[in-house]
């Protein structure tokens, strides 16, 4: 099955920045819609922010927006997500998931869906410390 290969998850203090990266050797990213969703104790896995194919849409959770930044680079095969003002409270797992362009053209389709997408990263920690 295919894996995306994440990075860049630690222990910062509140306030700080961290960038989360995302890759694959087995699929050229810039075909695929992408999405960061995260998972604290306790809770379900919730959306966080989503890349179109050709990186012209972003929609982004409320409790993030301004301060999270999802993009790529297409010549490294790769998807970011900027974090800065971090808070305790978005300390989770973060993980990275990807579906293909074509199928975001489908009616109905709905970035915030852990069901929408196809691949699967296997997560990386975030802790934020007050």
């Known amino acids: 099955q295919v894996q995306l290969v994440q990075s860049g998850g630690g222990l910062v203090q509140a306030g700080d920045s961290l960038r989360l990266s995302c890759t694959t050797s087995e699929l050229t990213l810039s075909s695929y819609a992408m999405a960061w969703f995260r998972q604290a104790p306790g809770n379900e896995r919730e959306f966080v922010a989503a890349l179109s194919w050709n990186a012209r849409s972003t929609n982004y959770t409320d409790s993030v927006k301004g301060r999270f930044t999802i993009s790529r680079d297409n010549a490294k095969n790769t998807v970011y997500l900027e974090m800065n003002s971090l808070k305790p409270e978005d300390t989770a797992v973060y993980y990275c998931?990807?579906?293909?362009?074509?199928?975001?053209?489908?009616?109905?389709?709905?970035?915030?869906?852990?069901?929408?997408?196809?691949?699967w990263g296997r997560g990386t920690q975030v802790t934020v410390s007050s």
């Open positions: 998931a990807a579906v293909h362009g074509t199928t975001t053209l489908r009616m109905g389709f709905n970035h915030s869906q852990r069901t929408s997408y196809t691949y």
